[in-house]
């Protein structure tokens, strides 16, 4: 029969440790892995028949140690045994994911080590012990083979067929040596290290495996928290809205924000963010703090409901965040159209004239200054009237103050419906009303001032008894041709009225500073509130533009 010694050389056994002790490290590959333990078993059990190899090999250095025949054969199938048991425990694991029973497992060492004891002292037989440790070896190797089986008929994985195929190559390497070469099944030559290598693409393979399953559990939790996400975003009792940066397009609504703007998720794709909003520089203004601070919080903003176009107010808060992958804009919408409607009321009660809706002078002096700062970015004239109600105390005097109050009424109503929606009209007092005319030289003026005056003169206003009370107005012109300054114009357009006045009332007069040279008289201390025109008459009209001064421009 062959000797081992024929296969043997040292470089075979130092090229096997290393071989195994790449079989372990790549283990550690795997050390999340549930039958990581069992795989580290099934490596040491192979390092620990490696050990074996070395000592067959060299069984003179045991007895140079002391060590007789009797103890020799000892080791050798101790050795076998331990293998056997630690292969037996990574079967354990492979099939259950536990160690092997204990009081099986008890049960089997038991016998193992009588057996040792018994062929190695009691009754030696060096030729029994040489064929009993390659049993023990052989039982362990193939519980562990039948388990790999069991482990890859639960996952079927390139891994999982290499373990088998590792495993195998061993168990027919051991069956081999030790039915046909004495002490050959402890042999290790390229052959019988080929199940390590085997063994290390097994434990890669099973790695990629384990990257797979945790990359697929990850989109199996990023799927249902997006599940979450849109169901905790569709319950929401705020309109919500989550919109691409790169093209405004919106890509996800709630049931609310469906509702208010008017379209279903499905007509989604036809919309650009931009058509929810109605004002382009209130838009503007939005994404322009959006650009520098990366957020907005409680910003108004006016959108329209896309079906019928009615205009109503949000309060919206939008930041950029992920989602699904990409960094988008999620915008969430707070409904205030009746807090801007009381707003608004409001703040009509402060700037509108409670009597006629006009403007008063509050507004005027806020408004009037930025039009016509934008009149001059623009190159464009601009114009003022102030139209005054004929011998307005004749008609309290003579019909009652309800009635004087209709007059006015009458007339800033149709002031306003004369006049284009960028004009002003403004009450400054009593029966004295201001009206900027946008974008008008001083011939435009005039034509507005003379059509104005005949539709005032044609109308009338009943009293309570259901007399018609006929008016008239006198209004005076100015332009911004010779100069743009609001407190100039004001006092040349009080005096271009006068000149009306003075004329006879019932007309339009543009200022001429030469005609009121004329007519200007000197006004006494006690009557210097009365236009120097009225000093004479017994109805003294007072002008509320002559202590007029203007605090903006």
Request: glycine share 4%; aromatic share 12%.
């Amino acid at each position: 029969m062959l000797n081992a010694n024929i296969f043997y050389s040292d470089y075979n056994v130092l090229f096997g440790f290393l071989s195994l002790f790449l079989g372990i490290a790549a283990v550690f590959l795997v050390r999340d892995y549930k039958y990581y333990r069992g795989l580290l078993l099934f490596q040491i059990g192979g390092l620990i028949l490696v050990l074996l190899t070395y000592l067959s090999a060299h069984e003179h250095l045991l007895y140079k140690i002391g060590l007789n025949f009797n103890f020799v054969t000892f080791v050798i199938m101790l050795l076998s045994l331990l293998t056997s048991t630690l292969w037996i425990n990574a079967a354990a694991e492979l099939y259950s994911n536990t160690l092997a029973n204990k009081e099986m497992l008890t049960l089997y060492v038991s016998f193992g080590l009588t057996a040792c004891v018994y062929f190695s002292f009691l009754d030696y037989d060096s030729g029994r012990g040489y064929y009993i440790s390659p049993i023990f070896t052989l039982l362990g190797i193939g519980l562990l083979f039948i388990s790999s089986l069991f482990h890859f008929n639960n996952n079927r994985s390139t891994g999982s067929v290499l373990l088998c195929v590792s495993i195998f190559i061993l168990l027919g390497k051991l069956v081999v040596s030790s039915c046909f070469v004495k002490y050959g099944w402890l042999n290790l030559n390229l052959f019988n290290k080929l199940w390590i290598y085997v063994f290390v693409a097994a434990v890669i393979f099973l790695k990629f495996n384990i990257y797979q399953s945790e990359l697929q559990k990850s989109w199996n939790a990023i799927d249902k928290l997006n599940i979450q996400t849109n169901t905790m975003i569709d319950l929401s009792p705020f309109p919500i809205v989550i919109s691409r940066l790169t093209n405004n397009k919106p890509i996800l609504i709630n049931n609310k924000a469906g509702q208010i703007f008017g379209i279903t998720k499905k007509e989604l794709a036809y919309y650009e963010i931009s058509d929810f909003f109605v004002d382009e520089k209130n838009r503007g203004e939005f994404f322009n703090i959006l650009e520098k601070n990366h957020e907005v919080e409680d910003f108004d903003l006016m959108v329209c409901n896309l079906v019928n176009a009615t205009p109503f107010w949000l309060s919206v808060s939008a930041k950029p965040i992920e989602y699904n992958n990409e960094i988008v804009l999620y915008m969430a919408f707070q409904d205030i159209t009746l807090r801007h409607e009381r707003e608004d009321k409001m703040q009509s009660q402060v700037d509108k004239d409670p009597l006629t809706k006009a403007w008063n002078r509050r507004y005027f002096e806020k408004v009037v200054p930025e039009k016509i700062n934008e009149c001059i970015r623009k190159q464009q004239n601009f114009g003022l009237l102030l139209l005054d109600a004929d011998k307005f105390k004749n008609i309290n005097d003579t019909y009652g103050h309800k009635s004087g109050d209709r007059v006015l009424i009458h007339l800033a109503d149709l002031c306003r419906n004369s006049l284009r929606e960028e004009d002003v009209v403004s009450r400054f007092g009593g029966e004295e009303f201001v009206i900027y005319l946008n974008n008008a030289g001083s011939q435009a003026a005039s034509l507005v001032a003379e059509r104005l005056r005949s539709v005032i003169a044609d109308s009338s206003v009943p009293d309570d008894n259901g007399n018609s009370i006929k008016i008239t107005v006198s209004i005076g012109v100015v332009s911004s041709e010779k100069t743009a300054s609001l407190e100039v114009l004001l006092r040349q357009v009080d005096d271009a009225m006068y000149l009306a006045k003075n004329r006879g009332r019932n007309q339009i007069a543009v200022y001429d500073e030469e005609a009121v040279k004329k007519t200007a008289k000197k006004s006494t201390p006690k009557n210097r509130n009365i236009h120097p025109v009225f000093q004479n008459e017994d109805n003294e009209e007072i002008s509320l533009l002559d202590s007029y001064e203007n605090k903006i421009l």
